[in-house]
């Protein structure tokens, strides 16, 4: 999925409440340098935040998250979607993103999951739950006798940790929410996601430097 890898390093995952929060939310993250952002399919308004943003803020690359199902695919893609992202990679799962024509990210925790993804065609995938399945550990491991595949590790990423996944050879991006907090979407407080945002542009050559929150 290199256009994704391509557009950021940090693919903020954004669950939305409000609805009138989507657009709001895509244009401060683009104007902090981060245009790309993935909507996950949480709540209610969540397809409804999707079909905003794509017709709104046509700058930002939309994508639905937690896709869990195939209809969930098919709903998203009509919304709009221009990737989508699941947490695991189940036989039907990977048939039904892969008919949507969309770029995706199939979830996966294990090497056998990383080979079943590889099986189905595709080289990127996410890695979740990321910390609590090995993190930079597992993914160092792995990359010797899997060398094709490329991750978005997604699930504990923060901007302390971050760096650290994108040192890696076979980490194309990472996925966080930390760019785009609960209070600070309930408060409306735009200059502080784009501000998140911004701190964000140079963390893939910060190597191993620590950001602050």
Not at 19 to 37: D, K, N, Q, T, W
């Amino acid at each position: 999925m290199d256009a994704l890898a391509d557009r950021a390093p940090v693919v903020p995952v954004v669950v939305v409440d409000d609805v009138a929060h989507a657009v709001p939310v895509a244009r401060a993250l683009a104007a902090g340098g981060v245009p790309v952002v993935e909507l996950t399919l949480r709540t209610p308004v969540a397809l409804d935040a999707i079909r905003a943003i794509a017709a709104e803020v046509p700058e930002v690359l939309v994508g639905a998250g937690t896709v869990t199902t195939p209809e969930q695919a098919e709903l998203a893609l009509a919304a709009g979607a221009q990737f989508l992202v699941s947490p695991g990679a189940t036989a039907s799962l990977l048939g039904a993103m892969g008919d949507t024509g969309l770029p995706y990210l199939a979830g996966t925790a294990t090497v056998s999951e990383v080979l079943a993804v590889l099986e189905s065609g595709r080289t990127e995938m996410k890695f979740f739950p990321a910390e609590a399945s090995g993190g930079t550990a597992f993914l160092s491991s792995v990359a010797s006798p899997v060398p094709a595949a490329r991750f978005c590790p997604t699930g504990g990423i923060t901007s302390r940790n971050a760096a650290a996944y994108l040192d890696l050879p076979n980490v194309a991006c990472v996925g966080g929410s930390w760019l785009t907090p609960k209070d600070a979407l309930a408060a409306a407080d735009w200059a502080r996601v784009t501000a998140l945002a911004a701190a964000t542009a140079d963390l893939r050559a910060a190597g191993q430097d620590q950001l602050s929150q």
